[in-house]
């Protein structure tokens, strides 16, 4: 048997409390990925690529594309 995850002893120790208060979902987290999210995760991080992100001195951070010219997302 797989070592319980912390979600999995979350949802099994608060059992009796979900039960008063209304079911959770309890699917699988550890499932293979279907080629369909293998591709929209490919898109995401090549997204992801596009942008840079910038720290100001105070602390707060903004994301500016790489490629100032490519004006494909804008």
Do not use: C
């Not at 995850?5 to 699917?27: D, E, H, V």
């Not at 999210?37 to 994301?63: F, I």
């Amino acid at each position: 048997m797989e070592k319980e995850n912390a979600a999995q002893r979350f949802m099994r120790a608060t059992g009796k409390l979900r039960a008063i208060i209304g079911p959770a979902n309890r699917s699988s987290l550890g499932h293979e990925m279907t080629e369909q999210n293998r591709q929209l995760l490919a898109q995401r991080e090549a997204e992801a690529q596009q942008w840079a992100t910038l720290h100001r001195p105070d602390g707060s951070t903004y994301v500016v594309p790489r490629n100032p010219e490519d004006k494909s997302l804008r």
